[in-house]
């Protein structure tokens, strides 16, 4: 039931938003274990870049889930960098901006990622 409904939420908010070539979709999505971001331009339907909590670089860290969840935001805007991608879109999936979620958010805009 739990999913269903962030699933009607994050259908409804992508209505609003879309990521391009120039201003991608950061995309994150959170399970109870694990965080994931990724960058997606909708334009051609292909993610440019995926950072998430399994990357081997973030997990031998050994961080508490929060202290990941902005080293996961952090990964993201360094290859956001790379790519040359300087504003994104943010899409929280449905679910409330609060809490890991917004540890990412924070972390990639220490990165220097613009929302």
Do not use: W
């Amino acid at each position: 039931m739990v999913n269903k409904n962030r699933r009607k939420r994050h259908l409804h908010l992508r209505h609003r938003i879309s990521g391009t070539p120039e201003k991608p979709r950061l995309c994150v999505r959170r399970s109870d274990r694990h965080i994931f971001a990724q960058l997606v331009n909708d334009s051609q339907n292909r993610v440019l870049a995926g950072a998430s909590s399994l990357t081997p670089a973030i997990r031998e860290k050994k961080l508490k889930r929060m202290e990941v969840s902005g080293e996961v935001g952090r990964v993201i805007a360094s290859r956001a960098k790379e790519l040359g991608i300087k504003k994104v879109v943010f899409d929280r999936a449905g679910c409330q901006y609060h809490g890991r979620v917004k540890a990412v958010a924070d972390g990639a805009r220490e990165g220097g990622l613009k929302f």
